[in-house]
């Protein structure tokens, strides 16, 4: 599918967490690897995996992967920032991105399937909802690729979609993961929990997030 491509947004420092997210187990795999998965599942082709200093350490987990590595300098910069990044690595023939946050790797590639057909059907802005709650990932029509690499980077994607409200395309779907962000470990065990039934180790490596 090379007409869809898809960014993974990696580059933030973890604080809440305390550990760096993309690289916290998630089942047998890491989170970077299973979205990675998930969007290769669904046959996106062209993966972009925008990551900051901890760049490295994400390359080493996916060197046996189709993915294209970006460097975000600043992680402390808006998610604007990435997401342009991630935009140059992108094909200028491709048609429509997927963008998610890394810390949303229980998204069944069948969603991603959906929102594609959906695309393919006409709509040109995708979000997904489940109860009415908006989630990740969100698909754009590419024919925004000038305003989504200069998004405010105060308002950043949610002020986007808000400005164009009138041509989203809210998508419902049966699976709460796709609202469902890991921002503590609270969150990160209770999200382990529900998909693999069994809380994550406890021991995991630590990680100097300010190095």
Do not use: C
């Given at each position: 599918m090379n007409d869809v491509a898809a960014i993974i947004l990696?580059?933030?420092?973890?604080?809440?967490?305390?550990?760096?997210?993309p690289l916290l187990l998630f089942g047998n795999k890491t989170v970077i690897e299973t979205v990675v998965d998930n969007f290769h599942t669904a046959d996106i082709e062209k993966v972009v995996v925008v990551t900051g200093q901890h760049g490295d350490d994400v390359r080493q987990r996916l060197n046996d992967k189709s993915v294209t590595l970006v460097t975000n300098p600043n992680p402390d910069s808006e998610m604007s920032v990435s997401i342009a990044l991630g935009l140059l690595a992108i094909d200028p023939k491709a048609k429509a991105v997927l963008i998610t946050p890394v810390d949303h790797p229980a998204v069944p590639s069948e969603i991603v399937g959906s929102l594609i057909e959906n695309w393919r059907g006409g709509a040109k802005l995708i979000q997904p909802e489940f109860e009415g709650k908006g989630g990740h990932p969100v698909l754009i029509d590419l024919s925004f690729r000038n305003e989504l690499s200069n998004l405010d980077s105060?308002?950043?994607?949610r002020g986007f979609f808000e400005k164009h409200r009138?041509?989203?395309l809210r998508l419902p779907v049966d699976s709460?993961?796709?609202a469902q962000d890991?921002?503590?470990?609270d969150d990160y065990v209770r999200l382990h929990e529900a998909v693999f039934s069994r809380k994550p180790e406890e021991n995991q490596q630590s990680d100097d997030l300010n190095g």
């Amino acid at each position: 599918m090379n007409d869809v491509a898809a960014i993974i947004l990696a580059a933030g420092r973890s604080r809440r967490m305390g550990k760096l997210k993309p690289l916290l187990l998630f089942g047998n795999k890491t989170v970077i690897e299973t979205v990675v998965d998930n969007f290769h599942t669904a046959d996106i082709e062209k993966v972009v995996v925008v990551t900051g200093q901890h760049g490295d350490d994400v390359r080493q987990r996916l060197n046996d992967k189709s993915v294209t590595l970006v460097t975000n300098p600043n992680p402390d910069s808006e998610m604007s920032v990435s997401i342009a990044l991630g935009l140059l690595a992108i094909d200028p023939k491709a048609k429509a991105v997927l963008i998610t946050p890394v810390d949303h790797p229980a998204v069944p590639s069948e969603i991603v399937g959906s929102l594609i057909e959906n695309w393919r059907g006409g709509a040109k802005l995708i979000q997904p909802e489940f109860e009415g709650k908006g989630g990740h990932p969100v698909l754009i029509d590419l024919s925004f690729r000038n305003e989504l690499s200069n998004l405010d980077s105060g308002e950043g994607l949610r002020g986007f979609f808000e400005k164009h409200r009138a041509e989203v395309l809210r998508l419902p779907v049966d699976s709460p993961f796709i609202a469902q962000d890991m921002d503590t470990w609270d969150d990160y065990v209770r999200l382990h929990e529900a998909v693999f039934s069994r809380k994550p180790e406890e021991n995991q490596q630590s990680d100097d997030l300010n190095g």
